[in-house]
């Protein structure tokens, strides 16, 4: 069974930069068509789809945000971490990790996290 | 503003039926049939309906439906049941550097 767990500050401050972490379970992330994505949810909006991370390490960002993101995975932990610069009241969002079916085609996402409220104020 | 346009609420009597559309362009909805929707509940977790357009997952109820005309999805939801009241997101693979784009959302709402 596949799980995913987000953990991380629920409080940051404007400017600061935020790490958050998924701990996965019931796959590997070392396994040849696995990925991984962040995704955010302020509250009462949309989703938007922030970064994505493949088996393979290679990476892909969200275009408005991609010089401010960093997604790395530790595949001997099974965690998949992102690191956000700059962190404004406008980040504010619940904060999701969500898997990528195996050699899905299409980008999609089956499995997802219970999300965690990142509140962005001084 | 989302990359992909969906009314923001539609409503329907139980057992009826709805559609929600999804707008997008020739570079994300248009360009393959990569769309896939989103239910989710107040303060719950997004669960996924629809992928690659028409295709359901395991253990979702062949009472939700995908399809798509050049750059508008829809999913359409038949026999309305009370639990089906919640928001649903399209989403879209995108062929601009951003991946991954969603829309702005629809409230479902059960008369």
């Known amino acids: 069974q596949i799980t995913l767990k987000e953990s991380g500050p629920t409080l940051v401050k404007p400017t600061q930069t935020l790490t958050l972490t998924c701990t996965v379970s019931g796959f590997s992330l070392s396994t040849s068509g696995e990925a991984v994505a962040w995704i955010r949810q302020p509250p009462g909006k949309a989703l938007e789809w922030l970064a994505l991370?493949?088996?393979?390490?290679?990476?892909r960002y969200s275009a408005s945000l991609k010089t401010r993101l960093t997604i790395t995975k530790d595949t001997s932990k099974n965690q998949v971490v992102l690191t956000m610069t700059n962190m404004d009241p406008t980040d504010t969002a619940t904060y999701y990790c969500?898997?990528?079916?195996?050699?899905?085609?299409?980008?999609?996402?089956?499995?997802w996290g219970q999300g965690t409220l990142v509140t962005v104020s001084s | 503003q989302s990359a992909l346009t969906q009314p923001a609420s539609v409503s329907g009597s139980l057992g009826q039926s709805i559609t929600i559309s999804c707008t997008g362009t020739g570079s994300d909805v248009g360009a393959y049939n990569y769309v896939s929707w989103y239910q989710q509940h107040p303060g719950k977790v997004p669960k996924l309906m629809i992928y690659n357009v028409s295709n359901r997952p395991s253990g979702v109820s062949n009472r939700f439906s995908g399809s798509k005309s050049g750059n508008t999805a829809s999913l359409t939801i038949s026999g309305l049941q009370a639990e089906d009241e919640a928001y649903y997101f399209c989403s879209s693979y995108s062929i601009t550097s951003t991946l991954v784009v969603f829309g702005g959302g629809t409230k479902l709402t059960v008369l």
């Open positions: 991370i493949y088996w393979d390490d290679d990476k």
């Open positions: 969500a898997h990528r079916p195996l050699a899905a085609a299409g980008y999609y996402f089956d499995y």
